[in-house]
């Protein structure tokens, strides 16, 4: 079992960038897939991305592609969503999610299929 929790949200302007880290208590990180998500109001929660075990299995939402990049430290148990060129439509609150398995696969974008839950960051891009 793991307990995520989010840190590193913040106000940035359009344009700019910032770095968003899950820690995870539980000494048997390694062994989950680790996903981010983000809740803007009034919308329905999305995926953003996720990691398996080996730190280079990756999956992004198309939309996040070649702005965001997730990774892992599994000796620090901490999995960090870097984020650059910010719009204000990435304006959320953004969720760290574990689910046990070792290889992402399309299935790792779904919230349902994650078990752990944080409680969520406020990431705010003013324009």
């Known amino acids: 079992q793991v307990q995520p929790v989010e840190s590193g949200g913040g106000l940035v302007q359009a344009g700019g960038s910032l770095r968003l880290s899950c820690a995870a208590s539980g000494r048997t990180f390694s062994s989950y897939i680790m996903g981010w998500f983000r809740q803007a109001p009034g919308k329905e929660r999305e995926f953003v991305a996720a990691i398996g075990w080996t730190g280079s299995n990756t999956y992004y939402a198309d939309s996040m592609k070649g702005r965001f990049t997730i990774s892992r430290d599994n000796t620090k148990n901490t999995v960090n969503l870097q984020m650059n060129s910010l719009k204000p439509e990435d304006t959320a609150v953004y969720s760290c999610?574990?689910?046990?398995?070792?290889?992402?696969?399309?299935?790792?974008?779904?919230?349902?299929?994650?078990?752990?839950w944080g409680q969520g960051t406020q990431v705010t891009v003013s324009s």
């Open positions: 999610a574990a689910r046990r398995g070792v290889l992402v696969d399309v299935t790792s974008g779904r919230a349902d299929r994650y078990d752990y």
